[in-house]
T-cell receptor, first 116, second 109 residues
Framework: DTAVSQTPKYLVTQMGNDKSIKCEQNLGHDTMYWYKQDSKKFLKIMFSYNNKELIINETVPNRFSPKSPDKAHLNLHINSLELGDSAVYFC???????????????FGEGSRLTVL | QKEVEQNSGPLSVPEGAIASLNCTYS??????FFWYRQYSGKSPELIMFIYSNGDKEDGRFTAQLNKASQYVSLLIRDSQPSDSATYLC?????????FGAGTILRVKS
């Protein structure tokens, strides 16, 4: 059983289109994240939800809208895609805590978005 | 957002040697530190975490933390070609992990 699964794994689309990526985790974690990894491999947080509530919203354009229908799912919808949106988007989950390994992220396989 | 810095590399070491990967961070309040390994085209996977000053060993891997110097490192003993990957240092800040840009490690046989 895949712990954190995302679909689709690959998206190729034209500028201006809208696309969605879905994520599901079966680890029983309360917190889920979207990270963006650019061509230089820099992994940057975009959003985080805890029990369906948005707790982190980094400086991300309004064209990106996350939605969490329940604590096991976190989806990402992107409107009016731009060339600079091309990247790998990783979904992740974790236990929310303050000690030791709390905060360890479990990543999905990534969704590679290419905007032409 | 505070910063996490790593030398991008590539760091090349011969098979069997010790690879030393370094990371500095700017947030003095950070308490938990993680090393992730990412193979090309794959997702990051956790190798080790550390939250106390000193060394923590797990097999061929040793993490070292010095909070006074805001420095965390990862040593890989007896490096193998299969260790060739990008190593990401991550620091916990509040409810999120902040990642460095990663160091590319190449182990040559």
């Amino acid at each position: 059983d895949t712990a954190v699964s995302q679909t689709p794994k690959y998206l190729v689309t034209q500028m201006g289109n809208d696309k969605s990526i879905k994520c599901e985790q079966n680890l029983g974690h309360d917190t889920m994240y979207w990270y963006k990894q650019d061509s230089k491999k820099f992994l940057k947080i975009m959003f985080s939800y805890n029990n369906k509530e948005l707790i982190i919203n980094e400086t991300v354009p309004n064209r990106f809208s996350p939605k969490s229908p329940d604590k096991a799912h976190l989806n990402l919808h992107i409107n009016s895609l731009e060339l600079g949106d091309s990247a790998v988007y990783f979904c992740a989950s974790s236990r929310l805590g303050t000690g030791g390994a709390d905060g360890e992220l479990f990543f999905g396989e990534g969704s590679r978005l290419t905007v032409l | 957002q505070k910063e996490v810095e790593q030398n991008s590399g590539p760091l090349s070491v011969p098979e069997g040697a010790i690879a030393s990967l370094n990371c500095t961070y700017s947030d003095r309040g950070s308490q938990s530190f993680f090393w992730y390994r990412q193979y090309s085209g794959k997702s990051p996977e956790l190798i080790m975490f550390i939250y106390s000053n000193g060394d923590k060993e797990d097999g061929r891997f040793t993490a070292q933390l010095n909070k006074a110097s805001q420095y965390v490192s990862l040593l890989i003993r007896d490096s193998q070609p299969s260790d060739s990957a990008t190593y990401l240092c991550a620091v916990k800040e509040g409810n999120k992990l902040v990642f460095g840009a990663g160091t590319i490690l190449r182990v040559k046989s």
